[in-house]
C-alpha cells in the first residue's frame, strides 16, 4: 500500500468518527437536557459566588424552558445548535456553551455584560409543570 492510499483511508476513518462523536454528543444533548437543574456552584470572573444561589433552570423536550437567572422566574424558549444552548426571550436572551453535560451534571458558561459566569448544575429528580401556553 502507497503512502497516498494510506493517508487517503486515515483521514476516511478519522471523518467517520468524528461524525459519530458529534451525532453522538448532540444525542446525548437531547436525551439529557430536558428537566430540572440546579445551581451547585457558580463562579463569576473565575470566582466564586454567593449572588447565583437559587438559580435554577427546567427545559421542556418542546424547545420550551424556565429560569430564575436574574431574579425573577422567566418562560422562555432555547435552542441547541452543536455545543450552544440560545434562550430565547425579550427580557434577557442568553447564548451559553455547554462545556459538560451528564445524565446528573450540566455545567454551562456564558457572558452576561462582558463578565464571563460558569454556572455547574446539578439534575433534580422532582417533577415539573409543563410552562404555561
Not at 447564548?95 to 458558561?109: Q, R, T
Amino acid at each position: 500500500m502507497n503512502h497516498r492510499n494510506f493517508f487517503g483511508i486515515f483521514f476516511l476513518l478519522l471523518a467517520v468518527v468524528a461524525i459519530a462523536c458529534s451525532d453522538s454528543e448532540e444525542a446525548n444533548l437531547e436525551k439529557f437536557i430536558p428537566g430540572r437543574w440546579e445551581l451547585k456552584q457558580g463562579l463569576r470572573n473565575g470566582r466564586l459566588t454567593q449572588t447565583l444561589a437559587g438559580t435554577f433552570y427546567e427545559f421542556f423536550p418542546d424547545g420550551k424552558m424556565r429560569t430564575n437567572l436574574g431574579g425573577s422566574t422567566e418562560e422562555a424558549t432555547y435552542e441547541i445548535t452543536g455545543d450552544i444552548l440560545f434562550q430565547k426571550s425579550k427580557r434577557l436572551p442568553v447564548e451559553y456553551k455547554i462545556e459538560d453535560i451528564s445524565d446528573s451534571n450540566l455545567v454551562l458558561s456564558m457572558s452576561l455584560r462582558n463578565i464571563p459566569f460558569q454556572l455547574t448544575l446539578q439534575k433534580v429528580q422532582k417533577t415539573v409543570e409543563p410552562p404555561i401556553e
